[in-house]
């Protein structure tokens, strides 16, 4: 397990971002929190993250625009991103914009997000969702 890793975790909702700092910081990880798109890449400027869990329907800057000028300045960074309103679409997006995996709230199993999250950090691409 790579429990040193950073995790950033983008939500606009408070609650998911406490949801999913605990649930990761139980398992040994570093994480940190942003509530929009424009303070996530703010903070990936400042400092690198190992993975990213990122909402795609924030308001100012949505998750896709923001893992798109992301993938502008870092192709490392493993982008998961998250969504309660899927779509075939938004699915597409982020396979475009090179997303590891695609998750969608709320979430029924918290295994299944700790699964993406060692997966997404082990290399390992996500079953795709077609």
């Known amino acids: 397990m790579s429990a040193k890793a950073r995790i950033l ?50 308001p100012g800057l949505d998750g896709l625009e923001m893992l ?15 969504t309660g309103y899927s779509s ?3 699915a597409i997006k982020a396979i475009k914009y090179d997303a590891s995996d695609y998750l969608t709230k709320p979430f029924d199993d918290p295994d299944a997000v700790l699964a993406a999250v060692e997966r997404g950090l082990s290399g390992q691409s996500a079953p795709s969702p077609f």
């Open 88 to 90: 075939l679409d938004t």
């Open 9 to 58: 975790v983008v939500d606009d909702e408070r609650g998911m971002c406490e949801f999913l700092r605990f649930l990761l910081q139980e398992e040994g990880y570093a994480v940190d929190v942003a509530h929009s798109g424009d303070q996530a890449l703010a903070k990936v400027h400042e400092s690198k993250f190992h993975l990213i869990l990122a909402d795609i329907k924030m």
């Open 68 to 82: 798109r000028q992301l993938r502008e300045a870092d192709e490392d960074t493993v982008v998961i991103v998250m």
